[in-house]
């Protein structure tokens, strides 16, 4: 079993910044591909991005790619999404993912077998 907890949602005025933190615990960290989803309201969940076990590759969702950063520190078992130039529409309750497969689990949500409980970003306009 993995244990997720992430930290550092809140509320933050469109074109700010907030970087979300996720620690894990119950497996070797190194051997996870660590991700991050997001649903708004009445909305599905949605990939946000992910990152790599070996080699550190990563993946954005399009609505993300040049505002978002995704990296993980091994050595302190966390993964941490940065967020920059945030908007409305990123406002969702942030979900970090964990997966221990084989092979990298991409965007699809039902690929990954951990997750936290979800920290609320809300963006102001």
């Known amino acids: 079993q993995v244990q997720l907890v992430e930290s550092g949602g809140g509320l933050v005025q469109a074109g700010g910044s907030l970087r979300l933190s996720c620690a894990a615990s119950?497996?070797?960290?190194?051997?996870?591909?660590m991700g991050w989803f997001r649903q708004a309201p009445g909305k599905e969940r949605e990939f946000v991005a992910a990152?790599?076990?070996?080699?550190?590759?990563?993946e954005y969702a399009d609505s993300v790619k040049g505002r978002f950063t995704i990296s993980r520190d091994n050595a302190k078992n966390a993964v941490h999404l940065q967020m920059n130039t945030l908007k409305s529409e990123d406002t969702a309750v942030y979900y970090c993912?964990?997966?221990?497969?084989?092979?990298?689990?991409?965007?699809?949500?039902?690929?990954?077998?951990?997750w936290g409980q979800g920290t609320q970003v809300t963006v102001s306009s």
């Open positions: 993912t964990a997966d221990s497969s084989a092979f990298y689990s991409g965007k699809s949500p039902t690929n990954y077998a951990y």
């Open positions: 119950g497996r070797t960290f190194s051997s996870l591909h």
């Open positions: 990152i790599m076990r070996s080699g550190g590759g990563t």
